[in-house]
């Protein structure tokens, strides 16, 4: 089953036309690769699918219903983008991890502690102030606080771009244990193919603007990307 | 007693003596090419007959202040002036923002109302045009410095802070939540320097209506009691603008589906 289905997608920003009719579906439950070289409209793509922008045409299907007739902000909750940068709101990591809840006027209890390890962070990390941790810390709060709206989908942009080498492998793992746990779809925009190989069941490559082939990962041959 | 020093015969040639001073340094500026001669002498001639002009039709009201008649159709064209030409200059702030007047007027025109309104009814106006006119022009003045403030504000610290809110945005906040705090900044930071004035009242700031009350010959705790009384009603006023500002603002920051719009 299929929990978007993007038909003939085109979006210009400004004069530009970024993305040139793009058709892709996106399976329940898979984790879904966008890859390809600057400019070829990844992150445009994936800013359409919470509804950050909408289409200029074309057409986005989220389970089964169009998009442009989903409330943007439900959508959000639902559909949860991680962008590549991690930006701390003001306060602790815990206010960070609740703000989503919060907003949302959730009146569930919201497990902190869960986000956090399920993020590969020590519970214990929740009264520390946000902005004063490093960069690889900030993109694990920015995914355990992404976590806490309990997404059906996760949109994410480049999630370990400013990571430590070291450390890429770890948040690859994290990822892939969580939304498993949680039974995720993801949308993983990266411009690293064999990161997008170790990662993804589905590689759908971008290039210009329209996507070139999508194919199980076990049959995508990474030397046409570039 | 007017409490100026002279008559309006020999008030031209002081006139005349300040105009030197400001010739002396123009004639600098343009020795040092600051770049500012045209403007300084734009504003000086725009300025000083805007001046003039408003004193024509003060002499003409004043004679029939006590024929409402007469005087209250030019007082409200005079009002209606100032409140579109204060919002089309504060428009001018939000740059490249689409239809920044629709903000600025309605807020401008808000807050002097406001303002004014508790004045005439404390009676602090009456309601007649020498009470009204200057009344109305602080009112106006002040509330569109706070509305330039407050949008300049807001458009430089969106553009700054954009990744920001679009991540709130992301986290599925409405626009008017990503916006929260944001807006309280850019509100505070406009009501800044008139509560800066506030503390500093009478120290190193003496305001125009007290200035001008002791000028006139006013008893000073009469005139400071008056120019508190003003003083606070224009600082609701500003109050009352830099929030409808904040407010109005977002519908040109979002557009109907919480995004944020091209122009920024």
Redesign the interface.
Known sequence: MNIYEIRNVEVAL?RKKVLKGIDLDVRKGEIMALVGPSGSGKTTLLRCL?????PDSGSIRFEGKDIRSID???L??SA????Q?S?M??GTVENNIL??PR??GASRKVDVAGCLEDAGLPPKMSGREASRLSGGEKKRVALA??LA?EPRVLLLDEPTVGVDPRKVDQVERTILQFSERRRLTVVWVTHDVPQAMRVSTRIANLKDGKVREVKETSEFEWEGVY | MTGIPYTPEEGALVLAGASVLLIVVLLISVWKKMGIGREFVVGLLMGGAQLFGIAVLLTFLFRFDDDVRIWFPPVIVLIGLMAVIGGRRSAKRASGMPGAVRITTPAIIAGAAVSLTVLALSRAMPLKPQFIVPLAGMAFGNSMTICSLALDRLVREFEMNR??I?????????SK?AME?LSRRCVRAALIPTIDRLKTLGIIFIPGAMAGLLIAGTDPLVAAEYQLIVYLMIVGGGIVTSLIVAVLSRSRFFNE????R?WI
């Open positions: 400004g919470n509804r950050l922008i909408d943007p902000v439900e959000r909750r949860v983008l991680v962008p940068e930006i709101l003001d703000y989503g907003i949302a606080r992404a709206l | 990744a920001a679009e991540t709130r945005l992301s986290l599925g906040a409405s939540q705090d589906n919480e995004q944020v091209d």
